[in-house]
């Protein structure tokens, strides 16, 4: 079966980008088709597709490993989509903090290939503490027995002791010494927590009630709105402990005045409930409240930078959270549509947000509403979804499409070529590389079509109200009356990177004129190269089958060019 299931496998990833281009994703159908079944043909699926992105004759081929990397991230989610559902639906008293930071972590390495975050790994780091927890004992009570001459508060307390001296001192388990969104698995990767024994709150503390939990020692979390000047040193620490997370550990001989509460952000420090006097009476926080609010603070990050330097790639990875979240609670409207949202404005996960939204309409919690109680409704969430779905099928039926070359084009798809234009009054020249063509200009959603003006900024075909026009603002009310150069010439879709920007990689639509054939091919560092190209060859991108197909007079064309 396993031999079977590895032969599908390799198949549907030699022929996604067939069914797949221009947009570069795969179809959620064919990726249930793959997993259909029971453990373990999911894991099986994976298995292979990892195997596939390690090979080294796979990765030579651009499109195909991306694919293959594409199905595998798809395939896990799917995985840990079963895993949530099974984790959320355990009664509060069996789940496991650690359990669920795991899952977490297992979410921020989905694309890591076999470097995804591993439980087993995690719980073989757990033992090994344990283990020296438990040596550190012996060593202290070496000539009597601890357990036969202490009360068991006191044995209790030593133990408490120990992990503090192993985790923090021995080991030198600390907090993040500060958030970087651009790279959010420091913040959720658990495993990476280990290497680097730097972790967030919600990390830290699995750590050490794991650890308790095998010493015998049942740690609660509970959540903290005290002041605490020795953790305001920053606004990054501010924001990663407030409310401060802290493990309380409860005598259960004594009363609650007994208890010790353990702070994880500042080296496990055990402090009397008598510094605590507001959580005397506080509940236990939910292991499913901290998992959220691992996931609220992460969130918060991302979306703050995206608000100030509006970076793509921040939204990107916002939209992988966004995601996560509605594993956790599939049957929340607000984060199905919130995520639908995301999907709609990047125009990626369309099917899975739909079948998010199917599966919240045939559920026995929903109930049908009463106007638009969320603006917008899941209903007319998943309207906009089909309908932009739609729109995306009819661009992969038109990608179908021939195109023969006309005798005055100057230009041939796979060229690395030098885009000349003007901005801020300054000439500028970027290689950048031929992805399409068409014999006038043809205005694109995609395509953004910026051209050279004479005041020295860019001009742009672009709708007026569009938020991607990049123009001075003292020109903005003019830049309507001058259309410069001619459309009537040929237009060519470039991929180009510009170092300047904040968010540098473009697809554009530009004039004939504004291009110049480079000597020296250069490789262009744009993230969706691969839908189109299957690798550089040092002269030019080598077209894959979905482009030769669509261009199938371009490549003699491009050789003849290049020498």
């Not at 021995?170 to 280990?194: I, M, R, V």
């Not at 993230?527 to 482009?547: S, V």
């Not at 030769?548 to 050789?559: G, K, S």
Request: proline share 5%.
């Amino acid at each position: 079966m396993r031999l079977k299931k590895a032969k599908e496998v390799q198949k549907a990833v030699r022929n996604m980008s067939s069914v797949a281009y221009p947009l570069g994703q795969s179809p959620l159908i064919v990726i249930n088709e793959l997993i259909a079944g029971s453990y373990p043909i999911p894991e099986y699926v994976q298995n292979e597709l990892e195997e596939i992105i390690n090979d080294k004759k796979i990765r030579e081929n651009e499109t195909t490993y991306h694919y293959a990397r594409d199905v595998l991230v798809k395939v896990r989610i799917s995985i840990l989509d079963k895993k949530w559902r099974d984790f959320m639906g355990q009664p509060e008293s069996r789940k496991s903090l650690f359990e669920g930071v795991a899952l977490i972590s297992q979410w921020s390495t989905l694309e890591h290939g076999k470097g995804q975050t591993c439980l087993k790994d995690l719980e073989s780091s757990i033992e090994k503490i344990t283990d020296r927890v438990k040596q550190l004992l012996e060593l202290e009570v070496g000539k009597v027995s601890c357990a036969s001459t202490d009360e068991p508060k006191k044995k209790n307390l030593k133990i408490l002791d120990s992990i503090n001296q192993v985790v923090f001192n021995e080991l030198g388990f600390k907090k993040l010494p500060y958030f970087h969104t651009s790279n959010h698995t420091l913040y959720s990767n658990f495993q990476q927590a280990f290497e680097t024994k730097e972790g967030c709150p919600a990390v830290l503390c699995a750590i050490y009630q794991e650890v308790a939990r095998k010493m015998g020692i049942v740690c609660e979390a509970v959540y903290c709105n005290q002041n605490d000047r020795e953790d305001e040193n920053s606004l990054s620490d501010r924001m990663l402990n407030r409310p401060k997370l802290l493990l309380r550990w409860k005598d259960s001989a004594g009363s609650e005045d007994d208890s010790i509460y353990i702070d994880v952000f500042r080296g496990g420090s055990l402090s009397q409930s008598s510094l605590y006097q507001s959580l005397k009476e506080q509940p236990a926080a939910s292991v499913d409240s901290v998992l959220f609010k691992m996931l609220d603070i992460l969130t918060y990050f991302m979306w703050s930078q995206y608000d100030e330097y509006g970076l793509e790639g921040m939204r990107d990875d916002l939209s992988f959270y966004v995601r996560l979240k509605c594993s956790m609670s599939p049957q929340d409207p607000n984060r199905i549509t919130c995520y639908a949202e995301h999907c709609i404005g990047l125009g990626i996960q369309l099917d899975d947000a739909i079948q998010l939204l199917q599966n919240y309409f045939q559920s026995q919690e929903y109930e049908p509403f009463i106007g638009d109680i969320f603006p917008p409704s899941p209903s007319k969430m998943l309207e906009k979804c089909i309908s932009k779905l739609n729109e995306q099928k009819a661009e992969i039926a038109a990608a179908k499409t021939v195109h023969h070359r006309p005798s005055s084009l100057k230009f041939s798809v796979g060229l690395v070529v030098i885009c000349n234009y003007k901005k801020w009054k300054r000439n500028f020249r970027k290689p950048c590389v031929i992805v399409s063509w068409n014999v006038k200009f043809q205005e694109s959603n995609e395509w953004k079509s910026k051209v050279t003006r004479d005041d020295g900024c860019y001009y742009c075909y672009i709708k007026e109200d569009s938020d991607d026009v990049i123009v001075d603002e003292d020109e903005a009310c003019s830049r309507t009356k001058k259309v410069i150069p001619s459309q009537d010439q040929p237009h060519y879709h470039i991929l180009m990177v510009d170092s300047d920007e904040d968010n540098p990689q473009f697809q554009l639509n530009v004039p004939e004129e504004t291009l110049e054939l480079l000597p020296a091919a250069v490789p262009i560092k744009h993230d969706k190269i691969w839908f189109h190209f299957e690798r550089f060859d040092g002269r030019r991108y080598l077209p894959n089958a979905e482009k030769r197909a669509q261009f199938p007079e371009d490549e003699a064309v491009t050789l003849s060019l290049i020498g």
